[in-house]
Nanobody
C-alpha cells in the first residue's frame, strides 16, 4: 500500500490550493481515504474523508464550506480542494487509507503517505 500526497505550497490568506493523493497497491475503490493535518506542536487531526460509497463524505467543522474532497477511482486519486484558506490552515497535510467507511479518527487509518506542507501567509 502506497499513498503520496502532493500539491502543497505557500498561498496568501483567502487563496486556494488543491491537494492530490495518489494511491497504489490495493483495490482503491473499496477503501475510504482521509485527509489529515498536523501543525507544529499540535496533534494530527482529521479534516475530511471520503468513503468507498459515492457521496459518503465528512468534514471537520473548521473546514466545512471551504474544503471539498473528491475521488477518481479510475485514476486511484483523491483530491482536496481548499478554498478561502486561513493562516490557521497551515500544517503538513497527509492522506491515509482506512476501511470502507469514512471516519475522521486518526486511529481508523492504518496506512499513511508522506505529507505535503501547506503554508498560508501574507
Amino acid at each position: 500500500v502506497q499513498l503520496q500526497a502532493s500539491g502543497g505550497g505557500l498561498v496568501q490568506p483567502g487563496g486556494s490550493l488543491r491537494l492530490s493523493c495518489a494511491a497504489s497497491g490495493f483495490t482503491f475503490e473499496n477503501y475510504a481515504i482521509g485527509w489529515f493535518r498536523q501543525a507544529p506542536g499540535k496533534e494530527r487531526e482529521g479534516i475530511s474523508c471520503i468513503g468507498e460509497t459515492v457521496g459518503m463524505t465528512s468534514y471537520e467543522d473548521s473546514v466545512k464550506g471551504r474544503f471539498t474532497i473528491s475521488r477518481d477511482n479510475a485514476k486511484n486519486m483523491v483530491y482536496l480542494q481548499m478554498n478561502s484558506l486561513k493562516p490557521e490552515d497551515s500544517a503538513v497535510y497527509y492522506c491515509a487509507r482506512g476501511n470502507r467507511y469514512c471516519s475522521l479518527r486518526v486511529g481508523s487509518y492504518a496506512y499513511w503517505g508522506q505529507g505535503t506542507q501547506v503554508t498560508v501567509s501574507s
